[in-house]
Every structure is written in structure tokens, then in C-alpha cells.
């Protein structure tokens, strides 16, 4: 059997894509919680803030470190599989993802530095700074990966001429027709992402009666943060199907599995799509409820696979079930969100055994989340690489062959998978020796960051919790 480079292709990027997207998105929502922690310590200095930030900072900087590994190769794959399209869009990608080295990444580095090492060493308003500096610098960050994306969506400010796309307008270029609901969606998912990781966290500690007086402050904080991001999640995700309906009609009817134009269509709960015979199979849904939702009118019209040739739609069933583990998971956090405002009442959110573990167990939950949206995004723009403009097959490079394109993948898989399972381990251990490592009065050196479990163990020992 003949190897696709295409298709190895695409399972290649889509790979390398979703390992590392899991990790920008928790820091940055990890990175403004640090922010605020420190903010706070620097208003109060109230101990307990600082030793905080201390923790979740070591453990951003772990994940930083796995999701700049992750990254930096993403890249190479636009030379080595994708060289048709790299060439056709250099003109809008190549400035704008130096920017995003430029003006975001080398802040980041810069001054999580000084977070890191410069505790003590540099004036508190200095190292407040610092904490900032960082969140801001993945805003801006995912800013530049954003628009650029969004371009590859609904794609604007360009002409394609002889193949090459030549920028006519920066501004429409890079602030495109999806940009603004599709940033909104993505920011207020690293705040979920890192709220659900730091409230579940906390919530283990809690179950084992570990440092309860910081881990009840920030269980606390991420609850609050959780009943008001939840909803605010649902709203904007309502307008940004709106808009996805507007500008790819296609997929949003693969994220329904609907495959005629039709008005008063259900919300299917349940289907298996079948794309051959163009139907689907064992239907459970709720009437007229897809309507309403995507037009706001009970009889509104529908967009269906069928618009379209079949070679011009994406596969069905990727989009479908990737839609609803997203929207599912979305409002079992809703749940938690309200669950954690009605135990508030005696004081119980941190005390119930069965609230605790559901929070703990909810940890991976955001991560599969945003793969799940992600793979909604992705899938369902095929088989465009920009939308309307260039296929898929148009962009991958024509001297690649199936055996090349295998070989490339099952070297990622390899490397990834070891880089991955150092980076949990690393942060299972950080876990494991929890807040009560902040005990020791001194700053994090470089030395200490190579071996920052073994003062914490003593203190462990110390404590009898070993």
C-alpha cells in the first residue's frame, strides 16, 4: 500500500499541534494568576500570597519549558511539509510570526527570569513588574498566533496573484473577520484552563489536609474566577459560532451532522455521520433547538453538508463528536462553578470530600477541552489551508514522499513522548513536595532549580507528612 504524504502529513502537524497547544494555554492563564499574587503579596505582604506565587511560578516555568520545545519545531514543518504554502503566504506569515518572537516571546524569557531568580534581588515593585511583564507577554503571544490563524479562516487584506498572496492592508490582514470572537474564546480558555488546573490542585492538597489555609485561598479565588468565566465562555462561544456560521457555513453543518439546507433543525445530542451514504445514523436530538441557537429563530435556516461538492467538506465525524466533548465539558465546569457557590453557604466548598475529588478529577478536563475546540477549528476549516484560497494539497511540499513523511512522525511521537513524560514527572514532583517547600527563606537559584525537591523532602520529614 502506497503512503499518503498528505495525509501523514496532516496526522504529522496535527500531532505536534495538539501537544503543544495544551501548554500555552495553561500559561497563560497561569501567568496573570501569578500576576495577581503577586500584586497581592506586594499590597498586603501577607506571607501566604508570596509563598503562592513561588509555587505556581515554579511550576509555569516548568510548563513554559515543555511548550517552548514543543514549539520551536512546530516551525520546521512549514519548510520540510509544507513548502508550498510557506512560500505562497510569506509575505503575511513570515513578518507576523517574527513578531511574535520579537515583541512576546523574548519578554517572556526576559522577565521570567528576574520572576524567577530575582526574589529578594531585585525591589518588590521590580519583581511585581516582572510578573506582569510575563502575562502580558503571552497576550501578546498568542495576539500574533491568533491573527495569524484567523487569517488562514477567514482570510482578508490579500490578493493571490500567480499563486503568491501579496498584503494589501495589514490592518484587515491581521485584524480579520473571525479575529475578535476567536481571541476572546481562546483568552477566556487559558483562564479556564488555568483556574480548573489550580483549583483542582489546591483541592488535592485540601483533601489531605495539606497547607489548607493557602489552598482554601486559592481554591476560593478560582471558584469565583470559574462562576464568572463559565458563563462568559458560553456567551462568547454563542457569537463566535454566529460568526463561523457566516464565514464557513460548512463547518458549522459538520459541527451539527447536518447535511441538507433545512429549517427547524434539532440539536443532535447523538448521531454516527456516515459520509459515504451522506446521512446519519441512530439520531437523538432536540427539535428545532440547532435553529434556534445558531439563528436565534425557531424555523431558521440551516446550512448543510450538501452546499457543498464532497471533496470540499471536512470529515464529519471528527467535527461532530470533537464539538460536543467541548460543549459538554463546558458545562460540566458551569456545574462546578455553581456547585462551588452553593457549598460557599457554611463554608463547606472546601471542606466536602465529594466536591474535592470531582475538582481534582476535573484537572485534565480544560486540556481536553481546548484539543477537543481546537480539533473543531481545525478539521472543520479542511480542506482549506486558507480558506477558500489554497487546499490543503495545494500546500504540502511536492517532493515529499509517504516513507519521508512517516519517518518525520513516528520521530516526533518518539521525541515528544519523552520530552512529555519528563515534563510530568518534573511537575509530579513539584506537586508531590506542594506549597510546604516555600518554607525555606531564600531566593531560587540555579542550582536550586536543578534539584529543588531534596530541601523539600527534609522539610516533609520535618513536618511528619512524608
Do not use: C
Amino acid at each position: 500500500m502506497e503512503l499518503d504524504p498528505l495525509l501523514l502529513s496532516r496526522i504529522q502537524f496535527a500531532f505536534v499541534v495538539s501537544f503543544h497547544a495544551i501548554f500555552p494555554v495553561f500559561t497563560i492563564g497561569l501567568a496573570s494568576f501569578i500576576a495577581l499574587l503577586e500584586g497581592l503579596f506586594y499590597k498586603t505582604r501577607n506571607p501566604l500570597w508570596e509563598r503562592l506565587a513561588k509555587f505556581w511560578t515554579q511550576v509555569f516555568a516548568v510548563v513554559f519549558g515543555m511548550g517552548v520545545v514543543s514549539g520551536i519545531v512546530m516551525s520546521f514543518q512549514f519548510g520540510t511539509n509544507w513548502s508550498n504554502f510557506s512560500y505562497a503566504t510569506a509575505n503575511f506569515l513570515g513578518p507576523v510570526l517574527s513578531y511574535e518572537v520579537i515583541t512576546a516571546f523574548f519578554l517572556e524569557a526576559a522577565f521570567l527570569g528576574v520572576l524567577l531568580f530575582g526574589r529578594n534581588k531585585v525591589p518588590k515593585g521590580v519583581h511585581l513588574f516582572a510578573a506582569i511583564m510575563v502575562a502580558t507577554g503571552t497576550f501578546i503571544s498568542s495576539y500574533w498566533i491568533l491573527a495569524a490563524n484567523s487569517w488562514m479562516q477567514t482570510p482578508a487584506g490579500v490578493d493571490l496573484r500567480e499563486g503568491i498572496f501579496h498584503v494589501t492592508s495589514w490592518g484587515q490582514a491581521l485584524f480579520s473577520e473571525s479575529f475578535l470572537w476567536r481571541f476572546l474564546h481562546m483568552a477566556l480558555a487559558s483562564f479556564l484552563t488555568g483556574g480548573v488546573v489550580v483549583a483542582g490542585v489546591s483541592a488535592w492538597y485540601l483533601l489531605r489536609g495539606r497547607e489548607v489555609a493557602a489552598n482554601k485561598k486559592a481554591l476560593s479565588m478560582t471558584l469565583w474566577l470559574l462562576l464568572l468565566i463559565t458563563p462568559s465562555q458560553a456567551l462568547i462561544g454563542d457569537y463566535h459560532g454566529l460568526n463561523t456560521l457566516e464565514h464557513q457555513p460548512t463547518k458549522v453543518a459538520a459541527m451539527e451532522g447536518n447535511w441538507e439546507r433545512s429549517e427547524g433543525v434539532p440539536l443532535l445530542l447523538f448521531a454516527i455521520p456516515d459520509s459515504k451514504n451522506e446521512t446519519n445514523h441512530l439520531e437523538i436530538g432536540i427539535p428545532k433547538l440547532a435553529s434556534l441557537i445558531l439563528t436565534h429563530e425557531w424555523e431558521g435556516e440551516v446550512p448543510g453538508l450538501m452546499d457543498v461538492p464532497a471533496e470540499e467538506r471536512p470529515p464529519v465525524a471528527i467535527v461532530f463528536w470533537a464539538f460536543r466533548i467541548m460543549v459538554g465539558i463546558g458545562f460540566v465546569m458551569i456545574g462546578f462553578a455553581l456547585a462551588g457557590l452553593w457549598l460557599r453557604r457554611g463554608d463547606r466548598y472546601w471542606q466536602s470530600p465529594r466536591f474535592l475529588k470531582g475538582l481534582t478529577l476535573m484537572s485534565v478536563s480544560p486540556f481536553l477541552a481546548v484539543l477537543a475546540g481546537w480539533f473543531v477549528t481545525e478539521v472543520g476549516r479542511a480542506p482549506w489551508l486558507v480558506y477558500g484560497l489554497m487546499t490543503q494539497a495545494e500546500g504540502v511540499t511536492p517532493s515529499l514522499s509517504g516513507g519521508m513523511a512517516l519517518f518525520t512522525l513516528i520521530g516526533y511521537i518518539a521525541v515528544y513522548a519523552v520530552v512529555f513524560s519528563a515534563g510530568v514527572y518534573y511537575l509530579l514532583r513539584l506537586f508531590q513536595a506542594g506549597i510546604e517547600a516555600q518554607d525555606e527563606d531564600h531566593d531560587l537559584d540555579f542550582d536550586h532549580a536543578k534539584r529543588p525537591f531534596s530541601a523539600a523532602h527534609v522539610s516533609l520529614d520535618e513536618g511528619g507528612k512524608a
